[in-house]
């Protein structure tokens, strides 16, 4: 038995136990979709509007320039110090950014791509680059010394974090992420079974909360479980504002695509619900678009907003975390599919294509653009 399974110990006791007083609380697309489960009301009309009036915010100030290219579906971007790191989903490979080129840092061992699933998020803290990656057995976190200085960074030994979150073509989460209080979050997808994301007995469908080395917090919700909260279907973006409210961004079906504030021990609906829902047992999200508008990937959020990357909806997003339900977009079909957002040192706005994973490009590149107050 592995360490992290026997961290898991408990989990679906101590959730089950708390799924019941939820209940009482009120709480990617990327491939073909089938139908919504007919008990799901009818939602409302979307609550974006990119025309809306909203306090003053961040957003981006001219046209991108190239940082980098020649990518094969990078997903995602970690910063040691001035250094920017890039995992790539289909090659398993951890590329270093050097001038507007890349080497090779190293490739995470039992890498297994397949559909949405592969090298997914990184994260960077304590002298380890931890990496989501999907494998035979699974999708899991990892963890490796980083050795070497910028221009000469190798990966040590790979040190298992958590594993036992299931794995499919699509629907695998992946976003990695440190928040403010110093614990590890993860969002993890429902794995293609919509039930795994109300089942106490799975990591599926969850967003988790875990140590730096994978143990579970005495704090968090559902005792003996790194469950954070549940009810996800898909979801790939999180950060946290100057208050430490998260926010994070979810992959709906067919009807609704969601941008949640996330809470300890929430529930946030799928399958029972999509979008807004009547059903006070579920958390509704802040803000919610038709899926042609938007699949959301990664955000971050800096200085009042809410940053937002988006697939199918080709554009960057952005929310001001004072008006949730406000929204302004940017380079709508310009740049093709958008996976992720970061911030970098210099408070430029790092956007990450992702055409070669649906045949429009030959290459992804990463851009790079000033923010302003707007």
Not at 15 to 32: I, M, Q
Request: hydrophobic share 40%; net charge negative; aromatic share 6%.
């Amino acid at each position: 038995m592995s360490p992290s399974t026997t961290r898991r110990t408990g989990l679906a006791a101590g959730l089950t136990l708390a799924l019941a007083v939820l209940a009482g609380c009120t709480g990617e697309r990327e491939t073909d979709a089938v139908p919504p489960p007919s008990s799901s009301p009818a939602p409302p009309v979307s609550t974006s509007s990119p025309q809306a009036p909203a306090p003053a915010f961040v957003v981006p100030d001219g046209e991108p320039e190239v940082v980098a290219s020649g990518f094969t579906t990078p997903w995602s971007v970690a910063f040691v110090g001035e250094a920017a790191l890039v995992s790539q989903r289909d090659t398993g490979e951890i590329l270093e950014i050097i001038g507007d080129g890349t080497r090779v840092v190293g490739e995470v061992p039992g890498v297994a791509p397949g559909g949405e699933g592969g090298l997914l998020g990184i994260a960077h803290a304590g002298g380890y680059l931890y990496a989501y990656a999907t494998t035979i057995d699974g999708n899991r976190v990892m963890r490796f010394p980083l050795d070497g200085a910028p221009g000469s960074f190798a990966l040590g030994t790979a040190q298992t974090v958590v594993d036992g979150i299931p794995s499919a073509r699509i629907h695998n989460g992946g976003r990695i992420a440190f928040g403010p209080d110093g614990m590890l979050y993860i969002t993890a997808g429902d794995a293609a079974d919509p039930a795994r994301a109300q089942d106490p007995e799975s990591l599926g469908g969850k967003i988790l909360r875990v140590t730096p080395e994978g143990e579970v917090p005495a704090d968090n919700p559902f005792p003996g479980s790194p469950v954070w909260s549940l009810g996800h279907r898909n979801p790939q973006g999180i950060g946290w504002d100057a208050a430490g409210t998260m926010f994070a961004s979810e992959f709906g079906q067919n009807t609704w695509d969601e941008l949640n504030v996330i809470e300890p021990g929430a529930n946030y609906g799928w399958p029972e619900v999509e979008g807004l829902s009547y059903d006070d047992r579920f958390v509704n999200p802040v803000q919610q678009w038709a899926p042609a508008d938007a699949s959301p990937s990664g955000l971050v959020v800096v200085d009042g907003s809410v940053v937002i990357a988006n697939l199918r909806g080709q554009r960057v997003r952005v929310v001001p975390t004072a008006e949730p339900a406000a929204a302004r977009e940017f380079f709508v079909g310009q740049y093709g599919r958008i996976r992720d957002v970061v911030v970098a040192p210099d408070d430029t706005l790092w956007i990450i294509t992702s055409n070669t994973d649906r045949g429009g490009g030959d290459d992804d590149a990463i851009l790079r653009v000033p923010l302003t107050s707007g």
